[in-house]
């Protein structure tokens, strides 16, 4: 056993007698020396526990704790945490989804006054339920409101895809065989989805459906209803420019954190661009489901009114008279009847109701 101090109450004099007088008895333990890796980190510890305890200047904004405790989810943006309030996660990325929940309110209650196929309407229906997942996800970066904004997003884009193959049916029609595969489609990425839990099957799954949109929209303005390319490709270009922005967010998150830092508020809050990403894709999805529903109407004939350009102004455009007269045609007149009766196979779907001058007419007062 290693020699060990006196016992207590034993002065120099007596060590000094003791040691002369040879070893120490068996029964005096030594105090054994505290090795010095153990020292070093109790020091550490004892510095960490200070550094806690003693006040501090406010956490980076990506390190900030909010009220819904710490994020759950699988993704985490790139706009800091808690950055603007205590409640809200994600500030920007959850309010900028205000544009896929209000606006298509307003189109389904309007949809359901003209008596439209409930299709159209379950499609606004589809694009708010995305933005109020979206925004519970963003709030609160929880694993189940990013299964609510996600799952959503395969079952309206299934939606718009079933809206889009069915525009040159008759009324009232089902397509059974696209109804089931599009059901069995979406139940089969759900499964796989909350097994696998990895975003990226999902982006991929999404994207399928995307793609099968715009190849769809590409052909109707090119081979059926030509005059519709300026709404069709409006709404594929806003949403492609929403994409962009997206892969940028996700690509260059570190520079345009390190950019918002320099720069005052007001500035860094226009380089959120997952916010535009909501924005632009709500907006385009929107317009989507308006070229959708414009197809329809113009197949059944309900000869649709948007009112843009000339269509605003009080009497008929310069050097339009005669096609503004073709828009104002009654059901049961002459020329209603000669243009109904026109063989359609002679012009894209849809012609042999509007006529040739409203085709060509840019100002598209009857549209």
């Known amino acids: 056993m290693a020699p060990g101090p006196a016992p207590r109450g034993r002065g120099a004099a007596g060590r000094a007698a003791s040691a002369g007088a040879g070893p120490e008895p068996a029964w005096e333990p030594a105090e054994p020396a505290e090795p010095s890796a153990a020292r070093e980190r109790a020091r550490e510890r004892a510095s960490a526990w200070a550094a806690a305890a003693a006040p501090r200047a406010m956490a980076p904004a990506a390190d900030r704790q909010g009220y819904w405790g710490p994020p759950t989810s699988t993704l985490d943006w790139c706009e800091e945490n808690y950055a603007v309030t205590w409640y809200i996660a994600e500030f920007w990325n959850t309010v900028s989804n205000l544009i896929m929940i209000i606006p298509p309110v307003f189109g389904a209650i309007q949809s359901v006054r003209d008596g439209l196929e409930k299709r159209y309407i379950a499609s606004y229906l589809a694009l ?6 979206s925004w519970c996800f963003h709030m609160t970066l929880k694993y189940e409101m990013q299964l609510l904004d996600e799952l959503p997003m395969i079952y309206s884009c299934c939606i718009f895809v079933y809206c889009m193959f069915e525009c040159f049916k008759t009324k009232s029609s089902v397509n059974y065989h696209l109804l089931f ?5 979406s139940l089969i990425v759900t499964t796989v989805y909350l097994k696998v839990k990895e975003p990226i099957f999902h982006q991929v799954m999404y994207g399928m459906l995307v793609f099968t949109l715009v190849v769809r929209s590409i052909y109707i303005v090119t081979w059926v209803y030509p005059w519709l390319r300026g709404l069709g490709y409006t709404s594929l ?32 809050v226009t380089t959120q661009f997952h916010a535009w990403w909501h924005i632009l894709t709500g907006l385009g999805s929107y317009l989507h489901i308006l070229f959708s529903l414009y197809t329809r109407t113009l197949y059944l004939r ?5 009112k843009t350009g000339c269509s605003q102004r009080e009497g008929p455009c310069p050097n ?21 009766e ?14 040739p001058l409203e085709a060509r007419d840019p100002c598209q007062s009857c549209l």
Not at 181 to 185: E, M, N
Not at 248 to 254: G, L
Not at 321 to 335: K, N
Request: glycine share 10%; with cysteine.
């Open 320 to 340: 339009h008279a005669e096609a503004l007269a073709s828009c104002t045609l009654t059901p049961g007149s002459r020329r209603w009847k000669e243009q109904k």
């Open 302 to 306: 309900y000869r649709p009114k948007v």
């Open 237 to 268: 270009g806003i949403f492609l420019m929403g994409f962009l922005l997206w892969n940028i967010d996700n690509i260059f998150c570190d520079s345009l954190r390190n950019f918002r830092k320099k720069v005052p508020p007001i500035i860094g």
């Open 128 to 133: 708010t339920v995305v933005g109020m997942g």
């Open 181 to 185: 595969t599009l059901v069995l489609f």
């Open 342 to 355: 026109e063989a359609p196979s002679r012009r894209p779907f849809g012609a042999s109701v509007m006529g």
